[in-house]
C-alpha cells in the first residue's frame, strides 16, 4: 500500500484543519491506521490511531481536540484537528499497519 497525506497548512492558534491520507490497494480495509507527528528537535510520536475497525485511541495531548476517522469507501483516513495551539505545530505522517509510512505534511499553528 502507498499512502498520500493532504491537507496541513499554516493557521492561527484556536482554528481548525482537516488532514487526509489516501491509501492504495484493496488492503486498507485490514490495516490499522494512525497519525503521528515530529516537531522540530523532537521524536516522533504518535497523535491518533484507529482500527481496521474503526474504533479509535488517542494520544492524551491531542484528547477532545483532534478526530480520526476513517472511509473504507474512499481508502481514506482523516485527521480532523480542533482548537489548534502552537505546540501542535509539527509535520504529520500518516502511517499503514505501523510500519508503511506516507510522506509528511506541515502544519504550522501560528498568529
Known amino acids: 500500500v502507498q499512502l498520500q497525506a493532504s491537507g496541513g497548512g499554516l493557521v492561527q492558534p484556536g482554528g481548525s484543519l482537516r488532514l487526509s491520507c489516501a491509501a492504495s490497494?484493496?488492503?486498507?480495509?485490514?490495516?490499522?491506521m494512525a497519525w503521528y507527528r515530529q516537531a522540530p528537535g523532537k521524536q516522533r510520536e504518535l497523535v491518533a490511531k484507529i482500527t481496521s475497525r474503526g474504533v479509535p485511541n488517542y494520544a492524551d495531548f491531542v484528547q477532545g481536540r483532534f478526530t480520526i476517522s476513517r472511509d473504507f469507501a474512499k481508502n481514506t483516513v482523516y485527521l480532523q484537528m480542533s482548537s489548534l495551539k502552537p505546540e501542535d505545530t509539527a509535520v504529520y505522517y500518516c502511517?499503514?499497519?505501523?510500519?508503511?509510512w506516507g510522506q509528511g505534511t506541515q502544519v504550522t499553528v501560528s498568529s
Open positions: 490497494g484493496s488492503a486498507f480495509v485490514t490495516y490499522d
Open positions: 502511517n499503514a499497519a505501523f510500519i508503511i
